[in-house]
Each structure stands twice: as C-alpha cells, then as structure tokens.
C-alpha cells in the first residue's frame, strides 16, 4: 500500500508581491508543459538574467525539482511539490538516481572547456616514435577475454590463479603534481580526470586534501587504466560513522556522565591544554579583550567578553568576506607571516575568541590545569551542570576536529572502467586502497603539510601526523554497493596477522539531505539573491568558515526566499556508509588516547602486499566471475576499433546548436 504523499507548498514569501505573481505563472507553465512532454521542458526551459534575482532563483528552484522527477500540483492557488515515489522497486530507484545525477553531468560535458579537453586526450600524437592517445590506455576487450578464457581452461586451481595473474598484472600509481605517464606522455592528472568524466555523477573538486590515484595494468603495453580513486578530506561530522567509531558526543558524554572517571578528566584536561597551547592570543590582549591574568584564572567576565568579540568579529567577516583571502597553504617564503595574517582576519579571530571561551569555561570547571586536580570527582561536578555538559560536548568535537581531517580520509572516487568493470575490478581497486603503499603515499604527501584550520587558529605553522587510519565512503544509491558488499579479506593472506580481517563494514544510512538535486546555475542564483538581501553572505566558500559550503549555501537562499528548506533538501535518496579500518586501535588513535597506529598491514614491504592483495583478488573473486560466459561476452565487447565505442571512452552529449543538421537522423 503506497504511503500517503508529503506535498510541500512552494510559495516565496521573501520575494515582493509582483515577483512572486510573475513565480506563481512561470510554474503554472512549467508544470503544464511538464505534464505534457516529461522532463524536457524543465531541463531545457531558458530563464533569463534580466529577471529580478529572488524570482530567477525561485524559478531555477523548481525548475530542478521538475527536471529530477519531483512531482508538483496546483491547489488553492499555490504550486506544492513532492518527492518522486520512495515506494519503488530497488532497480528503479537506481535509475531515478541516476537520472538526477547524468542531468548535472551532462551540463558540465557540454561544457565547451570540458568539451576541447576530452577532445584533446583522444586525439592521436607521437611519443616515444609510436602514435598514442588515451585509447592506448583502454585495454581490449578481445585480447582480454581470450586470456581470461585461456586461464579458465587451466587443469588446476594454481595453475589457473598464474594464468589470471599474468592475464591482469594491477599496480597503484599515485598521480602527483606534474607527472607524466611513461607510455603515453599524457599528465596522469589529465589521464585520471579524463576517466573520472566515464563517472554517472559529474567531477567536482572538492576542498581540503585530495589524492588521487590510478590503478594500473601492468600484463599489457601501454599499461591499460584498471580504475581510478581518490581520497579526499571527509566531513567533520556524519552520525552513522561517528556513533560506529565511538567519537559522537551524546555518546562519549553519555558514557562520562555515568562514568565519570580520573582518566576521563585527564584525558579532558590534556585535549583543552592542548587546544589552549595552540590559540593565537597576543592580538586579545593587546587590544584588552582579555589580561594574562583573565588568561591564567579566567572570570565570567572574561568569558563574556571573548563571546562578544566572536560575535563582533563575525558579523565583521560576513560583511566584508568577498575580498576575503581563502587560506590554503603560504604561497611565499614567510609561512610565519602568512599564518598570522590568516590568524588576524576576522573569521579566524571570531572563531579563536570563540573556541578560547569555551575552553576557558571548561577548563575553571575542572578546577584549573593542575593535573592532580582534573579527576572523576571534579569531571561528575562539571557534568552536573548544563553549562558544563555543553563546554565537554565542544571539548569532544575540538578532539575529533583535530583527527578527522589527518587521520582518515573520504573514499571519494572508486571503481574500475572497461572492460574491468565486468570482472569486479571495483572490488579490486576497492582492497587496494587499503593497502599501506596508499598509506605511505599519503604520509609523504602530508608529512610536512600544515594544517590549514589549526595553523590558521595558532597563528604559526602547524603540522599534524598524516597517519591514516580509518577510510570511509558512502554508496551511490540508497540500496547499498554491490561494489563494496562481502569485502571481507583475511589479513594473514596478504602478509598480515592471523585473526584480523580487513573488510569494508557497513556502518548505516545518512539522513538523505544534499543538494545533488540543484544545478550550479541554482546555486549561483541563490548565492546572489542571498547577498543582495542580507547584505554580505554567511557562506563565502572560504576555507574554515565551516562544513558543507555548498549546502548552506542553498538552505540560506531558501530561507532568504522563505520556501521550505528542509523539505527541499531532503532529496529522498539516503546513502550508505562503509567504514575501513586500517589499524587495530583506530578508535583510541582518532581520539587521540594513542599517539601511534597498530595497523592490519605491515608498511615494511607495501609494493609485495599490493600484489598479494591483488592475488587474493584473483582467487576470492577473478577466479568465480569467468565462469560466466555472459561477462566474457561484455569483456570482449570493448573494442578498439573504429569507430570507437569501448566502455571506458567518454560520450559527450550532443552539441545544440539550435539548427537542424543535415547529418542528423
């Protein structure tokens, strides 16, 4: 039985009267010419700029919910919007994501700049006296399959497990800065970007640390392209991994309320000295926000003080942001300099009165910095209050602040192309990201990297152990990954301790809200009314304003518009969480309890567990996935020949040029 529709009313009560009559006829419109043709005529519907800003970025609004499958009505003179059916059949809600995901790529493919780029990397050059092109890195799907065949017809299990070894030969290959590609002469960034355009969801880059890495084959000249991965800085706070991991701050607090014991308050006492150690404060007290004196035996006062200054210097940020510098890493010889100027603007100064108010509150809680006096007596005082219980749940995030952004990264790219894709090569490039050559790799990138929140805050170079321990990603869809499902591998086949296990956990759902289901042109449009009303944005995508730029973005322009912000962000498609764990005592190291990682893998020799993990590949799943004569046939389908139309080739939309060709059909 179908559950009852949640309509959603869509009236911008923020626009003035005529605008939100002139929204009111554009949606009458729209909605007809929907019901009539399908998407088109949301997907291709021009708006003009000349519009006012509020009207155009309401419109652009619906114009995405129609285009992603919304369903809307008239009733009582008002538009009302809904969801597309969560009551589904798992297949079809997969392409319902889909679909809302290839509008936004084929936008960005119908780029002219992404356009001439994809075009560039297939067009045929010399190197090395031989003529290649991003099709030399395409394995062939003919001589693929004969291998795979060959090795199926082994009399043995071993013999069989050579023969697919030799048949695919995986190595990692991280793609750093400038580096070029042996074969080909191609940069490995444009190798890797050209097949991460293959993607259902369009290339975005994302803030904070990225690397990205190629999966390699070395059983073929010119090296073919397995799959591609990077992992990337993950967000602060995602309930499902943080409850999973033991670092959610109702649970920690909930645990220290019961028990509230001596190594609680020290551990407390440690992360605020810590986090006290490494605020810049000479501008507070040359200005006389505060005394050394306030500093050293702080007062109400003082406190109160430090409030009004964030306050103060918050406002300050919002109003004048837009020439705001958005600090990364020094571009110049002085990184002392660069990191104080960073320190003495004014989101950086609001977030530093802040962050020393509440620990200054928390820390004349706990009786001081003697650390004879931070026991489970004075911790279960401090937790007896409201005021207490609120300054240890911002002492518990200052903690996982400092290691969600060193200690462990977003899987935000992975999986394989043609024709590995049809072999479970996800799965492969999957394990492979767990071995210690990415974990090697990701400490000499980041080893000397400063961090860019902490230094910003310390004003002075700070630099945090790059120590990954714990992967995590999300699925595409809200049914789970195939890909990431029964990844489960004993570690003493690849080197490792009898008993472990590395394995991708699924750790839950997240709630279901983003803004996959609003186009860039939205977003803009958003952004802009929201400036023009407020006079200065909340949400500059300025490094260290905050998580999720994008998304607050959108939910302030909503509420500027007043339309329903919540409702309209829960774009109904619930994604799965994994979790990786790469060092038995992840959880302690993330908390900062261990200052070093017991990983599952030993980093002694990481390029030999690479191969044994790609062996263990082999057996567990290349061994299983030939014996059918269905995934052969579409291994040996991708061929080079011309005209082209091998799986992992990019296919651009077609061009629009508003007049009929000749050639078309």
Same mark, same amino acid.
């Given at each position: 039985?179908?559950?009852?529709?949640?309509?959603?009313?869509?009236?911008?009560?923020?626009?003035?009267?005529?605008?939100?009559?002139?929204?009111?006829?554009?949606?009458?419109?729209?909605?007809?010419?929907?019901?009539?043709?399908?998407?088109?005529?949301?997907?291709?519907?021009?708006?003009?700029?000349?519009?006012?800003?509020?009207?155009?970025?309401?419109?652009?609004?619906?114009?995405?919910?129609?285009?992603?499958?919304?369903?809307?009505?008239?009733?009582?003179?008002?538009?009302?919007?809904?969801?597309?059916?969560?009551?589904?059949?798992?297949?079809?809600?997969?392409? #319902?994501?889909?679909?809302?995901?290839?509008?936004?790529?084929?936008?960005?493919?119908?780029?002219?700049?992404?356009?001439?780029?994809?075009?560039?990397?297939?067009?045929?050059? +010399?190197?090395?006296?031989?003529?290649?092109?991003?099709?030399?890195?395409?394995?062939?799907?003919? &001589?693929?399959?004969?291998?795979?065949?060959?090795?199926?017809?082994?009399?043995?299990?071993?013999?069989?497990?050579?023969?697919?070894?030799?048949?695919?030969?995986?190595?990692?290959?991280?793609?750093?800065?400038?580096?070029?590609?042996?074969?080909?002469?191609?940069?490995?960034?444009?190798?890797?970007?050209?097949?991460?355009?293959?993607?259902?969801?369009?290339?975005?880059?994302?803030?904070?640390?990225?690397?990205?890495?190629?999966?390699?084959?070395?059983?073929?000249?010119?090296?073919?392209?397995?799959?591609?991965?990077?992992?990337?800085?993950?967000?602060?706070?995602?309930?499902?991994?943080?409850?999973? +991991?033991?670092?959610?701050?109702?649970?920690?607090?909930?645990?220290?309320?019961?028990?509230?014991?001596?190594?609680?308050?020290?551990?407390?006492?440690?992360?605020?000295?810590?986090?006290?150690?490494?605020?810049?404060?000479? &501008?507070?007290?040359?200005?006389?926000?505060?005394?050394?004196?306030?500093?050293?035996?702080?007062?109400?006062?003082?406190?109160?003080?430090?409030?009004?200054?964030?306050?103060?210097?918050?406002?300050?940020?919002?109003?004048?942001?837009?020439?705001?510098?958005?600090?990364?890493?020094?571009?110049?010889?002085?990184?002392?300099?660069?990191?104080?100027?960073?320190?003495?603007?004014?989101?950086?100064?609001?977030?530093?009165?802040?962050?020393?108010?509440?620990?200054?509150?928390?820390?004349?809680?706990?009786?001081?910095?003697?650390?004879?006096?931070?026991?489970?007596?004075?911790?279960?005082?401090?937790?007896?209050?409201?005021?207490?219980?609120?300054?240890?749940?911002?002492?518990?995030?200052?903690?996982?602040?400092?290691?969600?952004?060193?200690?462990?990264?977003?899987?935000?790219?992975?999986?394989?192309?043609?024709?590995?894709?049809?072999?479970?090569?996800?799965?492969?490039?999957?394990?492979?990201?767990?071995?210690?050559?990415?974990?090697?790799?990701?400490?000499?990138?980041?080893?000397?990297?400063?961090?860019?929140?902490?230094?910003?805050?310390?004003?002075?170079?700070?630099?945090?152990?790059?120590?990954?321990?714990?992967?995590?990603?999300?699925?595409?869809?809200?049914?789970?990954?195939?890909?990431?499902?029964?990844?489960?591998?004993?570690?003493?086949?690849?080197?490792?301790?009898?008993?472990?296990?590395?394995?991708?956990?699924?750790?839950?759902?997240?709630?279901?809200?983003?803004?996959?289901?609003?186009?860039?042109?939205? +977003?803009?449009?958003?952004?802009?009314?929201?400036?023009?009303?407020?006079?200065?944005?909340?949400?500059?995508?300025?490094?260290?304003?905050?998580?999720?730029?994008?998304?607050?973005?959108? #939910?302030?322009?909503?509420?500027?518009?007043?339309?329903?912000?919540?409702?309209?962000?829960?774009?109904?498609?619930?994604?799965?969480?994994?979790?990786?764990?790469?060092?038995?005592?992840? #959880?302690?190291?993330?908390?900062?309890?261990?200052? #070093?990682? &017991?990983?599952?893998?030993?980093?002694?020799?990481?390029?030999?567990?690479?191969?044994?993990?790609?062996?263990?590949?082999?057996?567990?799943?290349?061994?299983?996935?030939?014996?059918?004569?269905?995934?052969?046939?579409?291994?040996?389908?991708?061929?080079?020949?011309?005209? +082209?139309?091998?799986?992992?080739?990019?296919?651009?939309?077609?061009?629009?040029?508003?007049?009929?060709?000749?050639?078309?059909?």
């Amino acid at each position: 039985m179908e559950r009852e529709t949640s309509w959603v009313t869509l009236d911008p009560a923020g626009l003035k009267a005529p605008a939100r009559r002139a929204f009111l006829a554009y949606a009458r419109t729209l909605v007809k010419a929907s019901r009539t043709m399908g998407a088109a005529p949301a997907r291709s519907q021009p708006l003009s700029e000349a519009r006012p800003l509020g009207q155009r970025a309401a419109e652009l609004v619906l114009r995405d919910l129609l285009r992603q499958g919304w369903r809307a009505r008239f009733r009582k003179g008002a538009i009302e919007v809904a969801q597309p059916d969560q009551h589904e059949l798992v297949v079809a809600e997969k392409e #319902r994501v889909r679909a809302q995901l290839r509008v936004e790529r084929d936008e960005q493919l119908a780029q002219p700049p992404v356009r001439s780029f994809i075009r560039s990397m297939e067009v045929r050059r +010399i190197h090395a006296g031989r003529a290649v092109s991003i099709f030399s890195l395409m394995r062939d799907g003919p &001589d693929l399959a004969t291998k795979l065949e060959d090795a199926r017809r082994a009399l043995s299990p071993d013999a069989r497990d050579r023969a697919l070894q030799s048949a695919i030969s995986p190595y990692i290959q991280v793609v750093t800065g400038d580096a070029r590609c042996e074969w080909t002469g191609e940069k490995l960034l444009d190798i890797w970007r050209y097949f991460r355009h293959t993607w259902t969801s369009p290339y975005r880059s994302v803030p904070g640390r990225t690397m990205m890495i190629l999966i390699r084959d070395a059983a073929v000249e010119p090296h073919a392209v397995i799959g591609i991965a990077a992992l990337s800085s993950t967000a602060v706070q995602i309930s499902v991994r943080d409850r999973w +991991i033991g670092w959610n701050s109702d649970d920690l607090l909930g645990k220290m309320i019961e028990q509230p014991t001596d190594e609680a308050a020290r551990w407390l006492q440690r992360t605020i000295a810590g986090a006290l150690d490494e605020i810049y404060v000479e &501008d507070l007290l040359g200005e006389g926000v505060l005394t050394r004196a306030e500093l050293r035996a702080p007062k109400g006062e003082t406190i109160r003080a430090l409030e009004m200054e964030a306050e103060k210097q918050r406002d300050k940020h919002r109003q004048f942001a837009g020439g705001a510098r958005d600090h990364r890493q020094p571009d110049d010889d002085e990184p002392a300099k660069y990191w104080l100027e960073a320190a003495r603007t004014p989101l950086f100064r609001s977030k530093r009165a802040e962050l020393l108010a509440t620990l200054l509150r928390a820390e004349r809680s706990l009786a001081g910095r003697n650390p004879k006096q931070m026991t489970g007596a004075a911790l279960a005082r401090l937790l007896a209050t409201g005021e207490g219980r609120r300054a240890v749940r911002s002492i518990i995030k200052r903690a996982r602040a400092e290691r969600v952004g060193t200690a462990m990264a977003e899987i935000a790219v992975c999986g394989a192309v043609a024709p590995y894709n049809a072999v479970l090569g996800g799965k492969l490039v999957s394990m492979l990201l767990a071995s210690p050559e990415v974990v090697l790799a990701y400490r000499r990138r980041y080893h000397a990297s400063c961090s860019v929140i902490a230094s910003s805050m310390a004003g002075r170079p700070v630099v945090r152990p790059s120590d990954l321990v714990l992967l995590c990603t999300t699925s595409l869809y809200g049914a789970g990954s195939s890909q990431y499902n029964r990844l489960r591998m004993p570690c003493d086949s690849v080197g490792g301790r009898a008993g472990d296990v590395l394995q991708y956990e699924e750790l839950g759902q997240t709630a279901g809200y983003g803004t996959s289901h609003f186009g860039a042109e939205t +977003i803009d449009a958003l952004e802009t009314f929201l400036a023009q009303e407020a006079g200065g944005q909340r949400v500059n995508s300025i490094f260290g304003e905050g998580v999720s730029p994008r998304l607050r973005k959108v #939910r302030d322009g909503l509420d500027a518009l007043e339309l329903p912000s919540d409702q309209l962000l829960n774009h109904g498609s619930p994604r799965v969480v994994y979790g990786v764990a790469l060092a038995r005592n992840f #959880r302690e190291f993330l908390l900062g309890k261990s200052t #070093r990682p &017991d990983y599952l893998l030993p980093l002694e020799d990481p390029a030999s567990t690479t191969r044994a993990i790609a062996n263990w590949w082999t057996s567990r799943w290349l061994r299983g996935r030939i014996e059918r004569p269905e995934v052969l046939d579409d291994v040996r389908r991708q061929r080079l020949i011309h005209p +082209i139309r091998h799986g992992a080739r990019v296919i651009l939309p077609k061009e629009d040029s508003g007049q009929l060709s000749l050639m078309d059909d």
